[in-house]
């Protein structure tokens, strides 16, 4: 059984920066993929960003250039760097991991709160 614990977030004023971290127990392999999603309130959950086995990326168009998923594999963890928050950033954050040939291994973390205002 594969666990993820996510943690960082918290209250940011906009223009400022936040990074989320998860963590993984559990059997995570190389071909994973593994990203980040949010939901905010009374809005269906989205991605933001993940990153695939290969290193290849992708971004939701919203956050490009202001956000930079990494991962290690060694430590089995995924990162979100968040920089120019805006209050529309304002969301849950869930970290996920899925397996691209095992369509039943796609984990999700509890979810860090995320929230920009002044």
């Known amino acids: 059984q594969v666990q993820l614990v996510e943690s960082g977030g918290g209250l940011v004023q906009p223009g400022g920066s936040l990074r989320l971290s998860c963590s993984a127990s559990?059997?995570?392999?190389?071909?994973?993929?593994m990203g980040w999603y949010r939901q905010a309130p009374g809005k269906q959950r989205e991605l933001v960003a993940n990153?695939?086995?290969?290193?290849?990326?992708n971004y939701a168009d919203s956050v490009k250039g202001r956000f930079v998923i990494s991962r290690d594999n060694t430590l089995k963890t995924v990162h979100l760097q968040m920089n120019s928050l805006k209050p529309e950033d304002t969301a849950v954050y869930y970290c996920?991991?899925?397996?691209?040939?095992?369509?039943?291994?796609?984990?999700w973390g509890q979810g860090t709160q995320v929230t920009v205002s002044s």
């Open positions: 996920n991991v899925r397996d691209p040939a095992m369509s039943w291994r796609n984990y």
């Open positions: 559990g059997s995570i392999f190389n071909r994973d993929t």
């Open positions: 990153m695939l086995s290969g290193g290849r990326t």
